[in-house]
């Protein structure tokens, strides 16, 4: 048996389509939890609907807004069984994904978690691109953890927010942690992988459409994200080498020279396609990245010239409207 958490918010059309996926999968013994972070839109009306034809299927509705780590948490809590197959509304998924994910995880127990190629749709549902960056099967922790997530320079992660987890992995770990907030699930898999392997299907078993953005209101903005990233990568580093003092302050080093490569990257963008007074708030969400401070009084010392440079050499990436938030500007410009 699979416990299936949805988690979704403010999607009804999208909803739909990713429901009527799950209930065609070809792995049909599971339960269907679904978990709507008080959604302003019709997503109530469709969850009810689906509920009343299927009995497998559980609707929970928060009162409040819970945040994505809060909303998958509950969803978490309230699975019957082991194995968590974690999707996301708006996602199409194809009809072996639930067979692929049991099969791996079932067949092999050292794997704490397994996870797949990426198909990106259009606005039509066509499969236009493939990401697959592994081969098919085990990939043991060090490899995924040290050799992957610890090298990638825009602290990125391999593993998308969907997979299938144990739940005890999930319980032991102490749960999604909400100071993260949308990346809480990259915190996850690199605490899961100081213990276990990880199995990945090679087929896109998934369709993301990467033109459509979640219009969940996060807390979090371009710079606070990109520190989060940071501060994940930093505290697991310090997890994986803390018996080996000298493989650890290697990694550090490492770790800080990248860090600062990367903040810099990321205020020129800053520079580049934000307002000046979204740049001067910027010095305050360094303060534990103190070392980029004077990457950002030069950029301020020069910012007329640099905004000018940036705009007319790197050229200027189209941005959504000007009275949407942040973060879904921040994820325009950086998908995971």
């Not at 995880?105 to 493939?130: E, I, P, Q, W, Y």
């Not at 401070?293 to 189209?318: E, H, N, Q």
Request: a neutral charge; aromatic letters at 14%.
């Amino acid at each position: 048996m699979v416990s299936i958490v949805l988690v979704t918010y403010n999607r009804a059309k999208r909803l739909r389509l990713s429901i009527e996926d799950i209930l065609r999968q070809t792995f049909q013994d599971f339960e269907l939890i679904i978990c709507d972070d008080c959604s302003p839109d019709a997503t109530e009306q469709v969850c009810r609907e689906f509920e009343a034809r299927d009995s497998r299927i559980r609707y929970f509705r928060h009162e409040q807004n819970k945040q994505m780590p809060g909303n998958l948490n509950f969803g978490i809590q309230q699975a019957k069984y082991e194995y968590i197959a974690i999707l996301h509304d708006g996602d199409r998924y194809r009809q072996d994904l639930i067979e692929q994910w049991y099969n791996a995880l079932n067949t092999h127990t050292s794997c704490g978690l397994v996870f797949n190629a990426l198909g990106d749709s259009d606005g039509d549902d066509r499969m236009v691109k493939v990401i697959q960056e592994f081969e098919e099967g085990i990939i043991e922790k060090d490899d995924l953890l040290h050799g992957v997530f610890f090298r990638r320079t825009n602290f990125s992660s391999p593993i998308y927010g969907e997979t299938m987890v144990r739940k005890s992995l999930v319980e032991k770990r102490g749960y999604f942690d909400p100071q993260y907030s949308f990346y809480a699930d990259v915190d996850m898999w690199m605490g899961i992988l100081q213990h276990h392997d990880a199995y990945y299907c090679a087929d896109a078993l998934i369709k993301t459409p990467s033109k459509i953005f979640q219009p969940q209101e996060f807390k979090d903005d371009i710079v606070t994200f990109n520190t989060y990233l940071l501060d994940m990568s930093r505290k697991h580093r310090i997890q994986a080498f803390k018996h080996n003092r000298l493989k650890l302050t290697k990694e550090m080093v490492h770790f800080f020279f990248i860090a600062n490569v990367h903040l810099t990257y990321i205020l020129l963008l800053v520079v580049k396609n934000f307002p000046f007074s979204y740049f001067l708030s910027c010095r305050k969400k360094l303060h534990r990245y103190f070392y980029t401070l004077p990457i950002w009084f030069l950029f301020l010392v020069t910012y007329p010239i640099s905004r000018w440079v940036l705009r007319t050499f790197a050229g200027k990436k189209p941005m959504p409207e000007a009275d949407e938030n942040l973060q879904t500007k921040s994820e325009f410009l950086f998908s995971r």
